[in-house]
């Protein structure tokens, strides 16, 4: 086994290879201390006292993200696009085509996992038709996926 902070493993030498690796593991360690930070944030939430003197559940905070991170893993042009595509649609707002990408995407993860429960009750990794037809049998949410082809 090899000790912890021990990749990429250490060479001797005093070439451009060596301090490059040096380098790099200086800026994993710094990223790694930044990440943490961020994801530590100020401490634990701290608990507010509602109007009674009880304490009150902490309030969810809003997650910040980097300026070129993206919110939906869905292109959000496809969505419109296919959201067009009914007839009985004559405009849609980008915050509505959020939405929609949004929901389609916990759609997505959901009936996943799912899924992927089945399989692995099968002793499988890979999901196969029928560990999504096993999902939707077992899910009354999917309940309305039943007896498409």
Known sequence: MRPQGAWPPARAGKGPASRARAQSAAAR???????????????????E??????AAAPQPHAPTSAPGARLSRLPLARVKALVKADP?????????????????????????????CCAQQGKRKTLQRRDLDNAIEAVDEFAFLEGLP
Do not use: H, N
Request: proline content about 4%.
């Open 88 to 116: 009985d649609v004559t405009l849609a707002g980008q915050e509505a085509i959020f939405i929609l990408a949004r929901a389609a995407e916990l759609f997505v993860e959901t009936i996943a996992k799912d899924a992927y």
């Open 49 to 54: 006292e509602g109007p009674s003197g009880e």
């Open 29 to 47: 360690s710094t990223l790694g201390a930044r990440m943490a930070a961020a994801a530590a944030g100020s401490g634990t939430p701290r608990e």
